[in-house]
């Protein structure tokens, strides 16, 4: 309450549904491509709106920290809804 984040805080992993595979992050710029430097990095934009970033390679276990907050997978369906994850208790 009374926090917000604001699109440019955030940093959206795309992962490829079935393999987990990374496919690069959610681009939030209001075009693709724009023509900003970040645009020139080879294969950013070749699926619209998913941004590359210079010399980043996943670790193989890029998901593990998260999967205790999986809500749902393409190749499975329904998890776990998000009222069974903990909550942060105000103080």
Same mark, same amino acid.
């Given at each position: &309450? #009374?926090?917000? %984040?604001? =699109?440019?805080? *955030?940093?959206?992993? *795309?992962? !490829?549904?079935?393999?987990?595979?990374?496919? #690069?992050? $959610?681009?939030?710029?209001? @075009?693709?491509?724009? =023509?900003? +430097?970040?645009?020139? %990095? +080879? #294969?950013?934009? !070749?699926?619209?709106?998913?941004?590359?970033?210079?010399?980043?390679?996943? /670790?193989?276990?890029? *998901?593990?920290? !998260?999967?205790? !907050? &999986?809500?749902? @997978? /393409?190749?499975? #369906? @329904?998890? @776990?809804?998000? *009222?069974? $994850? +903990?909550?942060?208790?105000?103080?």
């Amino acid at each position: &309450m #009374g926090i917000s %984040v604001v =699109g440019h805080q *955030l940093d959206i992993f *795309l992962i !490829a549904p079935g393999s987990d595979r990374y496919l #690069g992050r $959610l681009c939030s710029f209001s @075009r693709c491509p724009k =023509g900003k +430097p970040q645009c020139f %990095v +080879p #294969g950013c934009g !070749a699926i619209p709106f998913n941004k590359r970033v210079v010399e980043f390679t996943p /670790h193989t276990d890029l *998901l593990a920290p !998260a999967e205790y !907050a &999986m809500l749902y @997978r /393409h190749d499975t #369906g @329904r998890l @776990r809804s998000a *009222l069974d $994850l +903990p909550t942060v208790e105000q103080h």
